[in-house]
């Protein structure tokens, strides 16, 4: 049976509190406590860093069965290497395996900068790197990228198309993966825009396919609060 996967990008922000955290809870809680109220997080230290085997235990230990890390790939690999392949990838997912064998890992999301344009000979280079045995989304944020060519290069490999959205650019609704992934980035969801993210989320989990959503972590709750009521 498919499942929704639901959270934020991060979870340490003291801003949160009290809509979401309690007033008094201390900041080394704060995963454990998210984990009470969602399924899921978007993590964005692999972005910097590569996290130590005593890091991802501690994520692991600190959170329920059940709970998913969802990982940015690191910078070296789409902002530096832009693609290319490289050794680092490979350093990269041997790092993270450990949460790939407790079951705890979902989806590693490669997010390419905004003037990274189009070229499908290096698309497919990258694709050929990634190992087996990973759930992988790639977020391309030049629209160059939309179109076929991309769409069948990354079906054919099973990796999902990063389903996007912000103020000023939305990725088309396009599913190349055995999963789907979304990333809200609007600066605001009403209620209306929300009850369509709900039809949406229910419509896909109706194929089959899991679905992982995020919002864009504020400086208020509010998007913890709508990945919350999201699950409900």
């Known amino acids: ?62 959170t329920p069965a059940g709970f998913v890390f969802v990982l940015k790939a690191h910078q070296r690999i789409t902002h530096i290497q832009r693609m290319k392949p490289a050794e680092f990838t490979d350093i990269f997912f041997r790092a993270i395996d450990p949460l790939r064998v407790v079951k705890r890992l979902g989806p590693v999301l490669f997010q390419f900068p905004p003037n990274l344009k189009r070229d499908d ?58 999963f789907v992934y979304c990333r809200l980035r609007k600066s605001e969801y009403t209620a209306e825009d929300r009850a369509g993210i709900k039809e949406k989320a229910q419509r896909l989990m109706e194929t089959g396919k899991d679905v992982y959503l995020f919002f864009k972590h504020e400086e208020t709750a509010a998007g913890a609060l709508n990945a919350e009521d999201l699950l409900k």
């Open 1 to 62: 049976m498919a499942q929704l996967f639901a959270g934020t990008s991060g979870f340490a922000y003291d801003t949160w509190k009290p809509d979401f955290y309690p007033e008094k809870l201390p900041s080394k809680q704060y995963l454990s406590y998210y984990a009470t109220r969602l399924n899921a997080v978007e993590i964005n230290y692999t972005f910097r860093r590569l996290p130590s085997p005593s890091t991802l235990e501690s994520w692991v230990q600190t």
């Open 121 to 178: 000979a290096l698309l497919a280079g990258f694709l050929s790197t990634i190992p087996d045995g990973f759930r992988c989304a790639i977020e391309l944020r030049n629209q160059s990228w939309l179109t076929a060519e991309t769409y069948q290069q990354l079906e054919a490999k099973g990796v999902a198309l990063c389903l996007a959205e912000s103020d000023d650019f939305t990725v088309p609704e396009v599913i190349t993966g055995g």
